[in-house]
């Protein structure tokens, strides 16, 4: 179903009849559409549980209110969920960088403190047996020399798509993680932010657009792609807009996320609200044909009740008087229609879900990961 547009230069009171006539007969957001959405995401999700921006945090935040984050908190969390181990069901267990430093820069002095705190958090890590970690700006933080200690310890991939660290440091890391899963198969890549000590330290840089293509031109339809992220903002919407399959986004630069998933295009944008101290928890349908969009069933019910609030508030202008106010209030319907017209369900579109979890919630006392905790 397409979005509409109302032709503002014929007659006014023929305006206002289309408002009220244009809205389809039945609501967009209950239709079976629906039920074919749901039943694909039971019958084939995949189920994506990511963290970033964690930023050496070992222990939780300590916090008054809502305690989250640290190593043993996480750890209960997957045991719970039976998720550590390697051989996951339909799972995936990602980062999307910032994993092991606070900052991206020491002052000359603080690199030991800094680099002990890395070390437990690579060798904690190492328990929850992840999928891979996208290589943020903050996990380059000391010269590579200094850091190929901590790779070398580290038993999950390190994914870098853009760039590439010097000499023999290269090996180290991989361009793209390919998985077989029981719904289809999938490929991560990790794009990563640009900063000086890139060009001081001898890597290599790709702009991440430019990487990304790269990327896909190759990529057969029935492989789908899921992108680590740590670019910022401000680069990675219009990156999105470019992309012209469904691709998956995971995380930005920004350590506050948005509350909900952002659609661009064939692309979903998924980040967490708050900095390294959530897993965010996502389902959804691997695509098995061309699709058009993203779409959460949850969503349905409260959009159905947005949309019928919306078709009475048309037939309450039509019986408005000719005026000014109703003018506007023809111009706002006609806007709402639109913008609930373009994220309507379709037959075809990618169901998904998501949450996110805190850690407090997860804490059962001492495990295996406590002793890295001091």
Not at 62 to 78: D, F, H, Q, S
Request: hydrophobic letters at 40%; proline letters at 6%.
């Amino acid at each position: 179903m397409r979005p509409w547009t109302a032709l503002f230069l014929i007659p006014f009171s023929i305006t206002l009849n289309a408002a009220s006539s244009k809205i389809p007969d039945k609501n967009p957001f209950r239709n079976p559409a629906l039920s074919s959405l749901g039943a694909s995401t039971k019958a084939s999700q995949v189920k994506i549980v990511f963290s970033g921006n964690v930023t050496g945090m070992r222990e939780s935040c300590g916090c008054a209110l809502n305690p989250k984050g640290g190593l043993e908190r996480r750890y209960n969390y997957l045991k719970n969920e039976g998720l550590l181990s390697a051989e996951r069901d339909n799972a995936l267990l990602l980062d999307f960088g910032n994993l092991l430093f606070k900052t991206p820069a020491y002052e000359k002095g603080g690199d030991k403190e800094s680099f002990a705190n890395a070390e437990a958090m690579v060798e904690g890590t190492n328990f929850f047996n992840m999928t891979a970690v996208n290589l943020g700006i903050m996990d380059r933080t000391l010269a590579p020399e200094k850091l190929s200690q901590l790779w070398a310890k580290s038993k999950f991939s390190w994914l870098a798509s853009n760039i590439i660290p010097p000499g023999r440091f290269a090996a180290s890391f991989r361009r793209r993680v390919p998985v077989n899963l029981r719904s289809g198969k999938v490929v991560l890549f990790g794009l990563s932010s640009f900063d000086d000590k890139l060009k001081e330290y001898g890597w290599t840089f790709e702009k991440p657009e430019e990487a990304l293509k790269k990327e896909l031109a190759d990529l057969p339809a029935d492989v789908f792609p899921i992108v680590l992220s740590d670019v910022e903002m401000s680069e990675l919407l219009p990156l999105a807009k470019t992309v012209k399959r469904p691709v998956l986004f995971l995380g930005a630069r920004e350590s506050g996320g948005w509350d909900r998933p952002i659609e661009v295009g064939g692309a979903l944008l998924v980040h967490l609200r708050q900095q390294g101290q959530d897993w965010g928890v996502f389902k959804f349908s691997l695509p098995t044909k061309a699709k058009s969009g993203w779409y959460n069933p949850s969503d349905s019910e409260d959009l159905a009740r947005r949309w019928d609030d919306l078709v009475t508030e048309a037939h309450t202008v039509r019986g408005l008087a000719s005026s000014n106010q109703r003018n506007v209030e023809v111009e706002k319907i006609e806007a709402q229609i639109k913008e609930m017209l373009t994220i309507a369900p379709q037959p075809n579109d990618i169901a998904f879900a998501f949450e996110t979890i805190e850690m407090n919630a997860a804490f059962d006392g001492e495990n295996v990961v406590s002793k890295f905790m001091k």
